[in-house]
């Protein structure tokens, strides 16, 4: 048999299909070692065949490893993803494999777990203990009704278990463990489902293809999911649930953990290294059907897909922006099809490109307008804080959202304060000159974060001391730029000192179950407020919060992208989401210096219909996606000059393309990145905007060639789709 494989090892030159003599037992999938350039490397089999053109040359597979822990199904992925993304193989093969487990960092857990010896009959054992050792006879009695394992025992019996050992009585073997993820399962409510509901689930069930469910916060979109899901399971297939946050995974493991047990498995980038493993290896043995998880969980093991739902489908975080570069949505649609699924898209919030492409008949339109029990959506008000200011209020909180929070804990209700900036403030400024304080490595100033005192870096990472007096000129006269989530908690705390306030963001969830801790707590009703940035905006279910304040609304409307609009009505609406959930009811407060913005007054009525309307002929206008495809050529290096002549380069090879194809280019120009230095590296970009029909993706391969033609050293080239930041 030969086997095609693909090598381990990340270079351009190798990116290709290599022939090896295979035993003929050997299985697609199996993860293998292959003498390659006089060395043992590691390597994939995605194919078999009965002959090859370099028959009589090749070298036999040496060893394998792991037999088909690659399916079909990702195979197939592997081609699409290559093609689509301009990807190497072996990129992606990594995306589908517990990241530890290549190089054997990571392995089953065994422990010590002790038997009594099956070969010696019960009673021969306990006659064989003296009188005077009632110790020994209780442990022994301890093991008739199964085994335990050695620490726990010793624990419990200390040398006693030793000499038991010694005399043959007990047996000692190797045991697998499985490291579970956190999360206590929840009582299941089976819900008698509602009008809405039952008509979206017979729709999907009866139905295939694909959906997108459009239901407000709160309509029950999860239980639709679960219902949806519990068919395909009854009909012996699998199904993939994608959440946009890790932070939300643990809500949705425990309500599925109530109604399917240990047919769940969870996938996420939060896990440690052994839970991720043996969660993937539960699913790789068929040992659970369901996969919740956050956007790499997409790529988990599964045949036989019956379903595939990705949740808060609008959210950016299904788009992978570091290499290897994906979207999780159209991989999605990949698999599903791939496997016969259905493909379900869950949002109160459509992105503006899903929902033209239901307007187009590429999607199934379900809608769930309303809240389940005929809950009104919470009361959005509009804070105008131009006038606060005019009168006189200064502060971070305007006359209205204090009283409310004040109501609020008066009654022990619970608040939830969204701010979508981290750290105590943006930037640090000398008055006396101007200076400001910057990343060395980066372009771009630096946050003052009042907990550890230092500087932060939010592009790299990179902290530096904070300063008192200014380096340029010794002025201690320091300005502090806009207010992030560390400052709102610290006033909170000052006007409300009796309130536990916690605060949820980058900082303070980087600690493994760190989400789920904040969470938890705030769930188990341990403080009245939280605070927090655009994590705490989504899906999250808390009965007890009847009051939202929205900080700072327009912070997203003007960033220079043409999704603002789009991703302000997205947020505003999520947030006021969370309040009146639950009986109490709920009223979100919105503080803006443009209260007169149509994406205001359209969140305020929750008017999707009306929003989406206005936005796409904005773009068709305009020509942005989805009428368009933005493309962009990222190109960096440490040397500024080695860039721009790369790029530039690159621009003239593009443009003379773009002359014998006019029709297809909208826009294209070259310039410096907006950020034009991140981690040292000076940063180039070739944008442009390309006709959103049939004969983009030639177009596209087309620019993947242009932009990788050239390989400069230290100039690094990368071709991005519809980015999410255009930093
Ligand atoms: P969404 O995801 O659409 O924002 P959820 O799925 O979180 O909404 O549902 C909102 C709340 O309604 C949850 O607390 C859920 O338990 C409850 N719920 C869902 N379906 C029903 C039903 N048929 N009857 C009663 N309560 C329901
Ligand atoms: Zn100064
Ligand atoms: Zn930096």
Redesign the pocket.
């Known amino acids: 048999m030969i086997a095609e494989v693909i090598i381990d090892i990340s270079n351009d030159e190798v990116d290709r299909v290599f022939d090896y003599n295979a035993a003929p037992d050997i299985k697609t999938g199996s993860r293998v070692i292959v003498p390659f350039l006089n060395r043992a490397v590691q390597g994939y089999v995605i194919k078999l065949k009965e002959s090859s053109e370099f028959a009589g040359k090749l070298k036999d597979i040496g060893e394998v490893l792991d037999e088909s822990v690659i399916s079909g199904g990702l195979i197939a992925l592997m081609d699409f993803m290559t093609y689509k993304y301009n990807l190497r193989r072996i990129d992606v093969l990594h995306l589908y494999l517990p990241p530890d487990m290549r190089g054997g960092r990571v392995k089953e857990l065994k422990r010590k777990f002790v038997i009594l010896n099956p070969e010696m009959p019960y009673e021969t054992i306990l006659s064989g203990i003296r009188k005077t050792q009632p110790r020994q006879t209780e442990l022994v009695e301890s093991l008739e009704s199964g085994g335990e394992y050695l620490s726990a025992l010793t624990t419990l019996y200390g040398s006693t278990v030793n000499t038991l050992i010694k005399k043959n009585f007990l047996t000692v073997t190797d045991m697998p463990v499985r490291r579970e993820p956190r999360g206590d399962s929840h009582e299941d ?1 089976v ?4 009008d809405d ?1 039952k008509k979206c689930v017979g729709d999907i069930i009866s139905g295939k293809g694909k959906f997108l469910l459009h ?1 407000v ?7 639709v999911y679960m219902r949806v899901i519990e068919d395909a399971v009854k009909k012996g297939k699998t199904a993939i649930m994608l959440v946009p946050e890790i932070s939300l995974t643990a809500q949705f493991y425990k309500l599925f953990k109530g109604r399917f047990f240990d047919d769940v498995a969870i996938i996420h980038s939060g896990l440690s290294a052994g839970e991720r493993f043996d969660e993937w290896t539960r699913i790789l043995n068929k040992e659970a059907s369901i996969v919740i998880g956050a956007r790499s969980a997409i790529f988990a093991p599964l045949e036989n897909i019956g379903v595939v739902i990705i949740d808060e489908e609008h959210d950016g975080s299904y788009i992978s922006e570091s290499n290897p570069r994906y979207d999780a949505k159209e991989v999605a649609a990949f698999r599903a099809e791939h496997d016969g699924a259905v493909l379900i898209l869950g949002s ?1 919030t459509p992105s503006v490109d899903t929902y033209y492409a239901v307007k187009k008949g590429v999607y199934k339109l379900l809608r ?1 307008p309303n809240r ?2 005929k809950k009104c959506l919470p009361d959005i008000e509009i804070v105008d804080m131009c006038r606060e200011v005019r009168n006189g209020n200064t502060g971070l909180l305007s006359h209205r959202l204090e009283e409310a929070l004040s109501q609020t804990l008066k009654d022990g209700n619970q608040a939830m304060i969204y701010l979508n900036r981290r750290g105590y403030s943006s930037f640090v400024m000398c008055r006396a000159c101007g200076y400001v304080a910057k990343c060395s490595e980066c372009d771009i100033s630096l946050t003052y974060h009042i907990e550890e005192d230092k500087l932060k870096c939010h592009y790299c990472g990179k902290k530096f001391y904070m300063i008192d007096t200014c380096p340029e000129c010794s002025s201690k006269n320091l300005r502090y730029g806009k207010i992030g989530t560390e400052k709102v908690v610290k006033e909170l705390n000052t006007i409300f000192p009796k309130a536990v306030i916690l605060r949820m963001d980058n900082d303070t969830t980087s600690q493994k179950d760190g989400h789920d801790k904040i969470l938890s707590a705030f769930y188990k009703k341990q403080a009245d407020i939280l605070v927090g940035t655009q994590m705490i905006a989504k ?1 999250h ?1 808390f009965s007890d919060v009847t009051l939202v304040g929205i900080l700072d609304a327009d912070m997203s409307l003007y960033f220079s992208d043409y999704r603002s609009n789009e991703r302000t009505f997205q947020l505003m609406t999520q947030v006021a ?1 969370r309040a009146g ?1 639950e009986k109490k009811g709920g009223a979100v407060v919105l503080q803006t210096y443009v209260p007169s913005h149509y994406v205001f007054r359209l969140a305020k009525r929750y008017d999707y219909e009306g929003f989406y309307d206005k936005e796409v002929n904005g773009r068709e206008v305009t020509k942005y996606p989805p009428f368009t495809v933005i493309v962009r050529v990222l190109v960096t290096g440490s040397e500024d000059a080695a860039a721009m002549n790369a790029a530039r380069a690159i621009y003239n090879d593009i443009k003379a393309f773009a002359a014998k194809n006019p029709a297809y280019f909208v826009y294209l120009n070259a310039m410096r990145s907006p950020v034009t230095r991140i981690q040292s590296k000076y940063r180039y970009q070739i944008l442009m905007r390309i006709k959103n029909d049939a004969e983009k993706d030639d177009i596209i391969q087309n620019i993947y060639i242009l932009a990788g033609k050239d390989k400069l050293k230290d100039v690094t080239v990368f071709t991005e789709i519809n980015p999410q930041s255009l930093v």
């Open positions: 409510r819900f008698e489902l509602s509901q239901g916060t709160g309509s029950g979109k999860t239980e109160a769930m389940i029990n899906g279910d989401g959930r």
